[in-house]
């Protein structure tokens, strides 16, 4: 090649290279340079990467990629993975692992496979990162990986089953950390808890993404008794843990948030509820009274700062004693609650033959000493529309009435909010069955339609699409796996408003427990509630109960079934139990049988 070639950019030719002998997966460098080389011509180099087995027609031109297929089904104690299509005369290893972002976490030491074989997967590792990976016995084989749990949501509701979310307090900052068998999505809230069961949320900014088995911290956040923290995602709160017992005899403490204005203006907001409302509006004292004795109290260190902005100017979050603030507070609840008791009064008054069979019963009730001697009860129904939820609501005041304690999701929505429903579900059932109470569970078309999705059963009739979030689906994942490993028996019962749905169409599946039709069959649903040790005297005065509740239960079961109620008033809450049971009785008071 003449020395004139340097003037010149254009292609010379081409030279054409075939059957390089290169491994699987494998890369090929190729350098072209000229002898002797020159200053204006570059060395040409060119990488060529070799085949591998996600090569569409890979598994039919190189042996290597001839592997055996891989299906997995789960049921209800394992999950057993089906390894079929075999190469002939090839043994093929199988490996399962937790696949982690740090590492790979290996669950056993690698099977070896002849031949087709069904493959057991205890349930207890079924989780979104468990993989599989499988390889043929030779020299560097290329490994094929599958992860089949990556969207189950049976998988993913185990993997948060078994997370544990630890608090720690390191050099006077708070730290946590979660232990997960899985890299889980979700975000780390911190919240402040006011009474047994609900925390709020304190500030839309102290969010931070969640980092399993990492220590992670939020900055500026101090530690206190009230404060707890969730792990949220995808809108549910699936762990909580809290400082409490760090701090033995603490008191409850009220959460204030200062802010300071663009003017240099202070403003102040209290935590009620989830929500912060102006102080002005949260206590009945004048503000400008009450924000001097906060600044006091701010800089005598009777207040506690719990976290502040970056500048520690802008917002700041103040905890300070509860009964000092809320004094005046409480003296205009005590007036409203006695205004509100002399209203009643009145009215019984205005009504003196209500009043007299009232005051009867009322001397009933208590003198049988409690007939379900206050036994937890869980009721789980489907929110079908308002006049059937009006109707549980009777249902379950009547049984409060009768002074069974009574969960009722429709009466704790404040609770379910905060906790989100599969916590809220699964700390309620874990509260009735250790007070030795029972789970109720009340069908009606909406509940039908939601055990027909839950089990996958094709639809029949005309049911109702079920909502997707509502609670009573929430509510099949706690009690499901106890009717399918037929530990039902003792712990649930099955009731159904017969004029709404036959006791007949309820699925095969729930009738391993006792099945009630209310309201003909109220009586023997009461006695199942009481429980054995009901005596002849407590008999007698559950029969003169029945009277009026399943009088008030016709009534709500005929409007429910024609759909047009002719209440106007919201579903029957704890504080108007007396009413109902007022109501009952003018219509049907109690008489011996």
């Not at 204005?261 to 509820?273: A, I, K, R």
């Not at 109290?297 to 009964?323: F, H, I, N, R």
Request: glycine share 6%; net charge neutral; proline share 7%.
């Amino acid at each position: 090649m003449t020395h004139s070639y340097k003037h010149h950019s254009y292609d010379q030719g081409s030279l054409h290279f075939d059957c390089f002998p290169v491994a699987l997966s494998g890369e090929l460098h190729l350098t072209a340079f000229t002898n002797p080389s020159y200053e204006t011509v570059p060395v040409l180099k060119h990488t060529h990467h070799g085949p591998n087995c996600s090569w569409r027609n890979a598994k039919d031109r190189i042996r290597l990629c001839q592997a055996p297929r891989l299906e997995v089904f789960t049921g209800a104690e394992e999950a057993v993975l089906k390894v079929w299509d075999f190469p002939v005369q090839k043994p093929f290893h199988l490996l399962l692992y937790l696949n982690q972002t740090h590492e790979r976490k290996q669950l056993d030491v690698p099977k070896r496979l002849t031949g087709p074989e069904n493959v057991s997967i205890p349930l207890s590792v079924v989780f979104p990162c468990l993989c599989l990976q499988i390889w043929p016995d030779a020299e560097d084989p290329p490994r094929i990986d599958v992860c089949p749990f990556a969207r189950d949501k049976d998988a993913l509701a185990r993997a948060w089953a078994e997370s544990r979310l630890e608090l720690r307090i390191i050099d006077g900052t708070l730290s946590l950390s979660l232990s997960a068998p899985c890299d889980l999505p979700g975000e780390l809230v911190p919240c402040w808890k006011m009474d047994l069961l609900a925390c709020y949320p304190l500030h839309s900014r102290l969010r931070l993404a969640l980092t399993p088995n990492e220590l992670q911290e939020f900055p500026r956040l101090r530690p206190h008794p009230n404060l707890c923290v969730q792990v949220r995602s995808n809108g549910s709160t699936h762990l909580q843990s809290c400082l409490q017992e760090d701090f033995p005899g603490s008191q409850q403490q009220l959460l204030l948030w200062e802010t300071v204005g663009p003017q240099g203006n202070l403003s102040f907001h209290v935590l009620q509820q989830g929500s912060w409302v102006p102080i002005a509006q949260a206590f009945s004292t004048r503000n400008s009274i009450l924000r001097e004795a906060l600044q006091n109290d701010m800089k005598s260190g009777a207040c506690v700062q719990v976290w502040g902005s970056e500048d520690g100017e802008t917002d700041v979050l103040w905890a300070c004693p509860l009964e000092k603030y809320c004094r005046t507070y409480w003296g205009l609840a005590w007036m409203v609650a006695l205004l509100g008791v002399f209203s009643i009064l009145l009215v019984l008054v205005l009504k003196k033959e209500t009043l007299k069979g009232w005051l009867r019963t009322l001397k009933e009730d208590y003198s049988s000493g409690g007939i379900p001697q206050g036994r937890p009860v869980l009721i789980l129904y489907s929110p079908d529309d308002g006049s059937f939820e009006r109707l549980v609501g009777i249902l379950a005041a009547a049984l409060a009435r009768l002074q069974v304690s009574v969960s009722l999701e429709l009466w704790r929505r404040v609770e379910l909010g905060a906790l989100g429903p599969m916590q809220w579900l699964h700390a309620q059932k874990h509260q009735v069955l250790k007070g030795g109470g029972a789970i109720v569970l009340l069908f009606s078309q909406g509940a039908m339609a939601g055990c027909a999705e839950w089990l996958g059963w094709e639809k029949k009739g005309m049911l109702p699409p079920a909502h997707p979030d509502s609670t009573f689906l929430a509510s099949l994942n706690c009690v499901m796996p106890d009717f399918l490993a037929g530990k039902a028996r003792d712990n649930y019962m099955v009731a159904c408003f017969e004029e709404l749905l036959p006791a007949t169409e309820i699925p095969g599946l729930f009738h391993s427990v006792p099945v009630y039709q209310l309201p003909s069959q109220l009586f023997n649903f009461l006695l199942a509630l009481a429980g054995p040790r009901v005596g002849c005297k407590q008999r007698s005065s559950l029969q003169r109960q029945v009277v009026w509740i399943g009088k008030s239960l016709e009534r709500a079961v005929e409007e429910c079934r024609l759909k047009k109620p002719s209440w106007q008033q919201a579903p029957l809450l704890p504080s108007q139990l007396g009413d109902a049971r007022m109501k009952g009785t003018s219509s049907c008071p109690c008489t011996e049988s």
